[in-house]
């Protein structure tokens, strides 16, 4: 029995993607758990790419289970294009399995998120404006569609009806938008439902018992730990757990089956959207990281706000998820720096903080306090083993791992499957 739960540690796109499927050569089983197509998981096998947004990046291994858990969010229109476009790259979905209790992202969430970043103007969240919020927010209000309700016909016109009395009203007095019709939205998601059917299966189930098999599931995070609804820089965040307890919520299984909690972070820090970034690079050396990252947004094609790493983050996503081993990505982007800065605490005022502060208007003030260390100019693309790796790349590792207190267990020096170095083992 072992499950390994894999989360964001950063701002999301910390490379899950090409962790979860590079991991997902050991594993039986590969769970989406929360999140929804905000997510972009990037997954490269030789000269192919995949932006992956809801199916589990497991999906390129043929043998694997692949899971969409109860506690994603679902546009099933997003989806089925998704499984199209994966089966016309010849990848097969027969694995896949869709659990009937994850939320339906109906077309007024789409709408309904666009006009509330809209109306808040210089407020706004820089959501991706895919309906996730209100989804979720029907969700916890109780009036949500679930994936099994599509297939019960007049149960799913009821609450589509009865949805829309109160959407409508919200459209039309609120934002002086347009209504939805019911009708033409019950025939569109009707079709989606009878192509999806066939995937719906008791996931918790069928998860729990491939543990007892002593099978291995890994569960692929989606976002990071600072855009957790609890424990991220509110209201800055999405709208669900990426944490490591979202998970076992989001796939249906117990704490006790939590083997590890890998964390993924990239050697230096990114952020899509709004909200507080304390080592934020605004200048050149920003731009410099970004155009040399890749780093614009796989889901919007945003440009990413990039700074230094950030060892106050790491440490606090170690400590909310419980991560005990950390793979940290793009160390490659890293090289021709002259030097390279680790933020190791931030100045408030006269105070100096040493743990990433709670209150988001504390944060807002917070300066990073910087240690500074030599960079490399090598490429590192080719190396495969931690003593290929420049004295200063050693180094540089060395002190993320003390500065976090966790241990490393993977590197990663490009974006393809091979361009990865294992230290040990997740499983
Ligand atoms: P995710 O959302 O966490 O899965 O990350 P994204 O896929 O949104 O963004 C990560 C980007 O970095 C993708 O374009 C990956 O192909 C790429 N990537 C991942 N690991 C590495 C790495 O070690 N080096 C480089 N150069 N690129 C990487
Ligand atoms: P992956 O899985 C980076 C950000 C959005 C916005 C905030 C709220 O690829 O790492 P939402 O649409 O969820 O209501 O937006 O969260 N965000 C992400 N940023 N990577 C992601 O996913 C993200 N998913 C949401 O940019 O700031
Ligand atoms: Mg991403």
């Given at each position: 029995?072992?499950?390994?739960?894999?989360?964001?540690?950063?701002?999301?796109?910390?490379?899950?993607?090409?962790?979860?499927?590079?991991?997902?050569?050991?594993?039986?089983?590969?769970?989406?758990?929360?999140?929804?197509?905000?997510?972009?998981?990037?997954?490269?096998?030789?000269?192919?790419?995949?932006?992956i947004?809801?199916?589990?990046?497991?999906?390129?291994y043929?043998?694997?289970?692949?899971?969409i858990?109860?506690?994603?969010?679902?546009?099933?229109?997003?989806?089925?294009?998704?499984?199209?476009?994966?089966?016309?790259?010849?990848?097969?979905?027969?694995?896949?399995?869709?659990?009937?209790?994850?939320?339906?992202?109906?077309?007024?969430h789409?709408?309904?998120d666009?006009?509330?970043?809209?109306?808040?103007?210089?407020?706004?969240?820089?959501?991706?404006?895919?309906?996730?919020g209100?989804?979720?927010?029907?969700?916890?209000?109780?009036?949500?569609?679930?994936?099994?309700?599509?297939?019960?016909?007049?149960?799913?016109?009821?609450?589509?009806?009865?949805?829309?009395?109160?959407?409508?009203?919200?459209?039309?007095?609120?934002?002086?938008?347009?209504?939805?019709?019911?009708?033409?939205?019950?025939?569109?998601?009707?079709?989606?439902?009878?192509?999806?059917?066939?995937?719906?299966?008791?996931?918790?189930l069928?998860?729990?018992?491939?543990?007892?098999?002593?099978?291995?599931?890994?569960?692929?995070?989606?976002?990071?730990?600072?855009?957790?609804l609890?424990?991220?820089t509110y209201?800055?965040?999405t709208?669900?757990?990426?944490?490591?307890?979202?998970a076992?919520?989001?796939?249906g299984?117990?704490?006790?089956?939590?083997?590890?909690?890998?964390g993924?972070?990239?050697?230096?820090?990114?952020?899509?959207?709004?909200?507080?970034?304390?080592?934020?690079?605004?200048?050149?050396?920003?731009?410099?990281?970004?155009?040399?990252?890749?780093?614009?947004?796989?889901?919007?094609?945003?440009?990413?706000?990039?700074?230094?790493?950030?060892?106050?983050?790491?440490r606090?996503?170690?400590?909310?998820?419980?991560?005990?081993?950390?793979?940290?990505t793009?160390?490659?982007?890293?090289?021709?720096?002259?030097?390279i800065?680790i933020?190791?605490?931030?100045?408030?005022?006269?105070?100096?903080?040493?743990?990433?502060?709670?209150?988001?208007?504390?944060?807002?003030?917070?300066?990073?306090?910087?240690?500074?260390?030599?960079?490399?100019?090598?490429?590192?693309?080719?190396?495969?083993?931690?003593?290929?790796?420049?004295?200063?790349?050693?180094?540089?590792?060395?002190?993320?791992?003390?500065?976090?207190?966790?241990?490393?267990?993977?590197?990663?020096?490009?974006?393809?499957?091979?361009?990865?170095?294992?230290?040990q083992?997740?499983?």
């Amino acid at each position: 029995m072992a499950a390994v739960v894999l989360v964001g540690a950063q701002w999301g796109d910390e490379g899950k993607g090409k962790v979860t499927d590079f991991l997902a050569s050991q594993a039986q089983v590969v769970v989406r758990s929360t999140g929804g197509n905000n997510a972009g998981h990037t997954v490269v096998v030789g000269e192919e790419e995949f932006k992956i947004h809801l199916v589990p990046s497991g999906i390129l291994y043929p043998a694997t289970i692949c899971v969409i858990g109860n506690g994603v969010v679902i546009d099933p229109k997003v989806l089925l294009t998704e499984m199209d476009s994966l089966e016309a790259r010849g990848v097969s979905i027969a694995n896949l399995r869709i659990s009937p209790n994850a939320h339906v992202i109906m077309p007024y969430h789409i709408k309904l998120d666009e006009l509330e970043e809209e109306s808040k103007g210089n407020n706004k969240i820089g959501t991706t404006k895919r309906g996730i919020g209100p989804a979720y927010m029907d969700k916890a209000g109780r009036t949500g569609i679930r994936m099994g309700d599509l297939i019960e016909e007049d149960g799913f016109r009821r609450k589509l009806e009865s949805n829309l009395q109160s959407k409508n009203l919200i459209l039309e007095k609120v934002y002086g938008a347009k209504p939805f019709v019911a009708e033409k939205i019950f025939a569109e998601y009707l079709g989606y439902a009878k192509r999806l059917a066939p995937y719906l299966a008791d996931t918790s189930l069928l998860i729990n018992a491939a543990l007892e098999r002593g099978e291995k599931v890994l569960l692929e995070g989606a976002q990071g730990t600072l855009l957790d609804l609890d424990h991220g820089t509110y209201p800055y965040v999405t709208s669900s757990n990426p944490t490591a307890g979202g998970a076992c919520v989001g796939a249906g299984i117990g704490p006790t089956r939590i083997k590890n909690v890998v964390g993924v972070i990239k050697a230096y820090t990114t952020r899509v959207g709004e909200g507080p970034f304390p080592t934020e690079l605004v200048d050149a050396a920003g731009e410099e990281i970004r155009q040399k990252g890749h780093e614009f947004g796989t889901t919007t094609g945003r440009p990413r706000r990039c700074g230094w790493f950030d060892a106050l983050i790491a440490r606090y996503a170690a400590r909310v998820s419980g991560i005990n081993a950390f793979a940290l990505t793009k160390l490659d982007v890293m090289g021709g720096l002259e030097t390279i800065k680790i933020c190791i605490g931030y100045q408030r005022g006269d105070e100096l903080l040493t743990e990433f502060p709670l209150s988001q208007t504390a944060l807002a003030e917070c300066q990073p306090v910087y240690e500074e260390m030599p960079g490399w100019q090598e490429d590192l693309s080719q190396m495969r083993s931690l003593a290929e790796l420049p004295q200063a790349a050693r180094n540089y590792l060395n002190r993320i791992k003390e500065l976090t207190g966790v241990d490393l267990f993977l590197i990663a020096v490009g974006p393809r499957r091979d361009e990865t170095i294992v230290l040990q083992e997740a499983f």
